[in-house]
């Protein structure tokens, strides 16, 4: 059966962390696109980059079978710790438990697919931050994550959208 995957970036790359979902779609794309598929002809997918746009992806989601969210978040783990879950898990969180710095943050995301009848299967890698302040470079702990975590996402993608 065909499968329809996007992989999406969220952030703010002038907020330091913030910007780590949009720099980890990125470094998918340089080092996992040609393999992050078991069945490649099978399913599409696409990475996309949806910086702080949030209100657009609403739009999008509907257009695939699966989603998978990557966001700096700030849910009280270690910097750079990252949780992958499914969306419809944020609502066990308190209303502060897990804070995205977007338009729309992930309990708003959640909402508004369930009120519009979404189906897509949606999961959310969030990273755990350390500095949203202005600035371009990520703090030392994403920094020194960072290919752990593009690595832990890959597998995801190939070990449980792509099936």
């Not at 700096?72 to 209303?95: C, D, N, W």
């Not at 189906?119 to 702990?141: C, H, M, N, W």
């Amino acid at each position: 059966m065909f499968k329809k995957i996007a992989v999406i970036g969220l952030g703010n790359s002038l907020r330091r962390d913030d910007g780590i979902g949009v720099i980890i779609l990125g470094s998918l794309l340089n080092n996992y696109k040609d393999n992050l598929s078991e069945n490649p002809k099978d399913q599409i997918i696409d990475c996309l980059n949806f910086g702080v746009a949030s209100f657009d992806l609403m739009h999008r989601l509907q257009d695939y079978d699966a989603a998978l969210l990557i966001d700096g978040v700030a849910a009280g783990l270690s910097p750079g710790e990252l949780r992958i879950f499914k969306l419809e898990e944020i609502a066990a969180y308190k209303e502060e438990g897990i804070v995205s710095s977007h338009e729309l943050n992930l309990k708003d995301i959640f909402r508004l697919t369930r009120n519009l009848g979404i189906k897509t299967e949606i999961y959310i890698a969030g990273i755990q931050v350390q500095d949203v302040g202005f600035g371009e470079s990520l703090s030392r702990p994403l920094q020194e994550s960072l290919g752990r975590i593009t690595e832990q996402i890959a597998q995801f993608i190939r070990e449980r959208l792509s099936k």
